[in-house]
Every structure is written in structure tokens, then in C-alpha cells.
């Protein structure tokens, strides 16, 4: 399985799973990045991070290192 730091620009994934553990595994989920959510990747900034994308209705950065705990499909 892939993670969202995989994805890249233009595509549409859906969320299967979140690794990780407690706090950060909540603050992710508290952005809206739950299991079954779609994720569109907006874009990338120059040197790679971080990832701006588009979760149910408004636009999220992420830093690749919490984009990487993010399985999608």
C-alpha cells in the first residue's frame, strides 16, 4: 500500500488506514483525515515539503513525515 507522500500532484486517493500512534494519530484525525476520506494533492512546495492538499472542502498542509503515516488507495 502506498502512503499520501506517494501521491502525486493531481490525483485523488482515498484514505485505508492511519499508522501511528496516540497524539499524532489524533491531531491527524482532528484535521478531518480519517479512514474512507478523499484526499486531492493541490501541490508540492519547491523543495518538497510541505504537501498541500484538499480534505473535505478546505485546503491542509502536511509535513511529509505525517503524510507518510497516511496509507491510501
Known sequence: ????KDV????TVTVQ???GEGALKRRIMD???TKGTEV???KVAPLG??????????????RKADAQMILVL
Open 17 to 19: 488506514k492511519l499508522d
Open 49 to 62: 515539503d510541505p504537501i498541500e492538499v484538499t480534505v473535505r472542502g478546505y485546503e491542509l498542509s502536511l
Open 40 to 42: 486531492y494533492i493541490r
Open 8 to 11: 502525486k500532484v493531481g490525483q
Open 1 to 4: 500500500m502506498k502512503t499520501l
Open 31 to 33: 484535521m478531518g483525515i
